[in-house]
């Protein structure tokens, strides 16, 4: 096992578990896919990491050809990372086990070539002052490498365009308050500062005309930005489930509104030069959703409370005649299979318990034990 690595190390938040009841509505937003960071000191230096002897290969780099999921499951410490091929749901190949602390998931997404994983890990640390790392997952050789540690967790981090580096953030205490470092890191670990600034929350969610898109949240509620700076005002408060448009054209996302009670509301904007555009709600009669994805014709699609009928750009397996619904996660790049995470309770306020499903051609196929979803690789 080879260790290469160049990192900063620093404790951050943990991501929890979705809950229920009024207050855990609230508590689903923030811990689903915003971690608030705690904050501590920055070491920059050396630490180890794990990698599989040359000239060896995965069960994926000896795998029938087809479209293939990269989903992960948990098993204590431990995130089991495997592929499967969408028309054989239930049959999953393994390719890496990622450590991790107790109590902590790990998050990810495949680079543009569909064989690299970037995977965020909570992997070092105390469960009261974690330290996440940035770690790369090869699919052919099943090699992990720590890149760098220190860095935000709970969310997907993003590839640049053509997969040669990743943008994460690092939230840390300055003089006046908080600020979020964005970083771009490379593949051989060297990074380079992007930006700061003063924001609760900074989160990369695409590209548009090679600018890095983000969302800031700060007192002015949620901001697109482009390279730092400021694009589109999305909503006064928070947002999430921020998801680009195929074309780059558009931003789906959720609205979370408190004003005369919790809410959650399913918004695009369009992404013109009109500076006056602002957020439109997209379904109508005051539905609810969680998660947005888009199919590859540029249409949003959200995942609405459990109801009798769906109106058009919804994903509710209440419309399947299957008890619970369905938060989607990411159409494939043919669109013909889309990746969502089920929840068998009776809604946002008692969402049960969730599993993986694929669904494809009409019907429902689930991925055994598996939760997490990382992206589509091609074999």
């Given at each position: ?32 896919f915003v971690a608030v960071a705690a904050f501590g000191p920055i070491v920059w230096g050396i630490v180890a990491g794990i990698h599989s002897s040359p000239g060896a290969t995965s069960a994926f780099a000896v795998a029938p050809p087809g479209t293939y999921a990269v989903v992960a499951r948990q098993e204590g410490a ?302």
């Amino acid at each position: 096992m080879a260790v290469r690595n160049q990192a900063y190390c620093s404790p951050y938040g943990q991501r929890k578990k979705p809950a229920t009841g009024r207050v855990g509505r609230l508590v689903l937003f923030i811990t689903g896919f915003v971690a608030v960071a705690a904050f501590g000191p920055i070491v920059w230096g050396i630490v180890a990491g794990i990698h599989s002897s040359p000239g060896a290969t995965s069960a994926f780099a000896v795998a029938p050809p087809g479209t293939y999921a990269v989903v992960a499951r948990q098993e204590g410490a431990v995130d089991i990372v495997s592929v499967v091929r969408t028309d054989t749901p239930a049959s999953t190949l393994e390719v890496a086990r990622v450590p991790h602390l107790e109590g902590f998931t790990t998050t990810g997404s495949v680079d543009p070539t569909g064989r690299y994983v970037a995977l965020l890990s909570v992997d070092a640390g105390t469960p009261l002052k974690p330290a996440a790392s940035l770690i790369l997952l090869d699919l052919i050789d099943g090699s992990l490498d720590r890149l760098v540690t220190g860095v935000d967790s709970g969310w997907r981090p993003l590839w640049n365009e053509n997969g040669t580096a990743v943008i994460v953030t690092r939230t840390r205490q300055g003089d006046s308050g908080t600020l979020i470092d964005i970083f771009e890191v490379a593949l051989d670990g060297a990074s380079k500062l992007r930006w700061s600034q003063a924001a609760l929350g900074v989160y990369p969610v695409g590209w548009r005309d090679q600018q890095l898109l983000t969302v800031a949240i700060d007192g002015r509620g949620s901001t697109l930005q482009a390279d730092g700076q400021d694009l589109r005002h999305l909503a006064d408060g928070f947002t999430r489930d921020w998801t680009m448009a195929p074309d780059g054209a558009a931003i789906a996302f959720i609205e979370v509104a408190t004003h005369g009670g919790l809410r959650y509301i399913p918004r695009v904007v369009p992404l013109t030069n009109d500076a006056k555009v602002s957020a439109q709600a997209f379904t109508v009669g005051g539905t609810e959703a969680l998660g947005a994805a888009w199919k590859p014709d540029n249409a949003p699609v959200f995942g609405t409370v459990p109801r009798l009928q769906a109106n058009d750009g919804d994903v509710s397996a209440q419309s399947m005649h299957i008890v619970g619904f369905d938060i989607p996660v990411a159409y494939s790049p043919d669109g013909s299979t889309l990746a969502v995470v089920h929840w068998n309770g009776t809604g946002f306020d008692d969402p049960g318990r969730p599993s993986l499903y694929l669904v494809r051609g009409g019907e429902r196929h689930a991925v055994p034990g598996h939760r997490e979803f990382f992206g589509w690789t091609h074999r």
